[in-house]
């Protein structure tokens, strides 16, 4: 048994109710993706609530590959999914491709046929869509629907052969075109598609429709509970349909809950595909985009994710998330988690003059003051330093605390400094800043003699190093609309700034996160690892107005 307790909601009660009236001895889960492209936050939801459910209740949960399509699935998405699944904690208890189902689906379409329960149709795409009638008025039959069974077994077989050109004809099985459910109307089972497949090769040219595949993966399967988007409700009679027509031995039950929307947020991949063919981003793992691979990067952590994915739990209500809620959880993750160091992102060079040139110091500084168990450093101090440019204001407005002429500040670890002067280039930019300490502040030395009214970080000039740091804003400028999603992108979601960090952070190895004071917190690039200098991705802000509401 899992020790994580899935939150109650109505599928949990329905499981329950299952495994107490007997109708279920063992709970068994599937999480089936197609692999045609990279999964997302949506995923996410999803493949939590499947392996979690199973877990606290001794079942198994299937990872399961719904590769009927071979015009756009790859082996790319395949190995993505893989690793995105094992990322956040997952174990599958079975690997399978529906690909690997496709003679035993082939049989029971033949079944059908027999049963005069499927036929062979010759209408085009657009005419079957003609046909079909609308959600006011019913549907007409196919002029083919008459068809005999051994008619129908013979075409079905030629077009397994190969004798006919894709489009040409499909199986569609035999229901009712006059039903409520559009999705009744006599589907489409199977279409001829020639095209190689990422697993069977060139071994079929036609494929099942996933209404008809689905659940037939999932009887073969025995999976006791298929949990599926609202979007497949008006689809579960046809699930239903398929699973006795064909004659399965195990019957599956199909339940539906609300998928996961955000704000600011793309949560379609064939959206996605758009933005990383189109080149609007930097591939699917780019630090702006959803999948779980761009949160990876970016320096989400699988706790922060699974919690989010807890926090939101399980109904039957359409509703959209705000994305501080995301935020939320990888501030709580990491609070206690990342080193706090100091990096200066838009530096401006501060001279000490009173401080002996050529004298280096080591001031001890925490690692983390939530979290004692990560120790402390010493950290270089100098007659030179770096502060942020905006910690200086050479006629300061109400309110501002920090450096200006005559005014004094503490550098957080080190000394009370006042600054005294100030030097332009031409262009009248500030380029140096000349101040002088008091070493009777030295942090810890317990001097209350005065007080200052703010601290600020920096970095010691002759041994920081200097760093790239990447600071994201929302991909989309508003929630996704109507229309042309492509006309919403923020063309400012992405900001690089040049500064310093503290000399042995320069160390740090890919997917290292820290908090950088003031600034949030940060990943370590894991594609910069060959750069000139790190690369440090900002995952979020270090302070939000946004709460859990209890």
């Not at 009638?133 to 019913?138: H, Y």
């Not at 080193?339 to 009173?354: C, E, G, Q, S």
């Not at 120790?375 to 440019?389: C, D, L, N, T, V």
Request: with cysteine; charged share 30%; hydrophobic share 35%.
């Amino acid at each position: 048994m899992s020790e994580v307790k899935v939150p109650s909601n109505f599928i949990k009660n329905i499981v329950i109710e299952d495994l107490e009236s007997k109708k279920h001895s063992e709970i068994i889960t599937r999480f089936p993706p197609e692999p045609n492209g990279y999964l997302h936050i949506g995923h996410a939801k999803s493949i939590v609530l499947n392996f979690e459910l199973a877990d606290e209740f001794g079942g198994t949960t299937n990872l399961r590959f719904d590769d009927t399509n071979p015009s756009k699935e790859e082996d790319e998405y395949v190995n993505s999914i893989k690793e995105d699944v094992a990322w956040l904690g997952y174990e599958w208890d079975n690997l399978f491709f529906a690909s690997n189902y496709f003679e035993e689906m082939y049989k029971r379409a033949v079944l059908l046929i027999e049963k005069g329960k499927a036929f062979v149709c010759d209408l085009s795409a657009e005419e079957i869509r003609e046909y079909r009638g609308t959600l006011k008025e019913p549907g007409k039959n196919s002029p083919y629907r008459d068809r005999s069974v051994e008619e129908n077994l013979d075409l079905f077989e030629r077009m397994r052969n190969g004798e006919f050109q894709d489009g040409e004809k499909v199986l569609r099985a035999k229901i009712d075109m006059s039903s409520s459910n559009i999705n009744m109307r006599d589907p489409v089972i199977y279409r001829i598609l020639h095209q190689n497949h990422h697993n069977t090769g060139d071994a079929w040219c036609i494929y099942p429709m996933y209404d008809y595949a689905h659940p037939l993966e999932d009887a073969i399967e025995g999976i006791t509970h298929s949990l599926c988007t609202l979007e497949f409700e008006d689809h579960r009679p046809v699930y239903d349909w398929f699973v006795k027509e064909c004659e399965m031995e195990s019957v599956p039950r199909q339940i539906e809950f609300a998928r996961l929307n955000v704000t600011n947020t793309v949560m379609s991949k064939r959206k996605l595909k758009q933005l990383v063919d189109n080149g609007i981003v930097d591939g699917w793992d780019d630090p702006r985009l959803p999948t779980i691979s761009g949160l990876r990067r970016r320096g989400y952590t699988p706790d922060a994710i699974k919690s989010f994915c807890r926090e939101i739990g399980v109904s039957k209500s359409n509703s959209l998330v705000d994305e501080q809620m995301l935020q939320h959880f990888i501030r709580e993750d990491l609070k206690v988690k990342a080193p706090r160091v100091m990096a200066v992102l838009d530096p401006l060079k501060l001279v000490i003059t009173n401080y002996p040139e050529g004298e280096v110091e080591y001031l001890e500084a925490e690692n983390n003051s939530d979290n004692e168990s990560l120790g402390s450093r010493k950290i270089p101090f100098s007659r030179e330093i770096y502060i942020e440019r905006d910690d200086f204001m050479e006629e300061p407005v109400p309110k501002y605390h920090r450096l200006y002429p005559g005014n004094e500040v503490r550098l957080k670890n080190a000394y009370f400094v006042k600054c005294e002067s100030f030097v332009k280039d031409e262009d009248g930019n500030v380029t140096e800043i000349h101040c002088t300490y008091d070493p009777e502040t030295k942090s810890g030395s317990g001097f209350t003699a005065r007080k200052v009214k703010s601290t600020i970080h920096w970095v010691d000039a002759s041994t920081a190093a200097e760093a790239e740091f990447r600071l994201y804003e929302p991909l989309i400028d508003e929630s996704e609309a109507e229309g042309d999603f492509l006309e919403n992108i923020n063309e400012n979601s992405l900001e690089i700034m040049n500064g310093y960090i503290e000399g042995e952070v320069a160390g740090a190895k890919p997917q290292d996160k820290f908090q950088f004071f003031r600034h949030g917190y940060f990943n370590t690039d894991p594609k910069s690892e060959n750069s000139e200098k790190p690369v440090f991705n900002r995952i979020v802000s270090i302070k939000s107005k946004f709460k859990i509401s209890k």
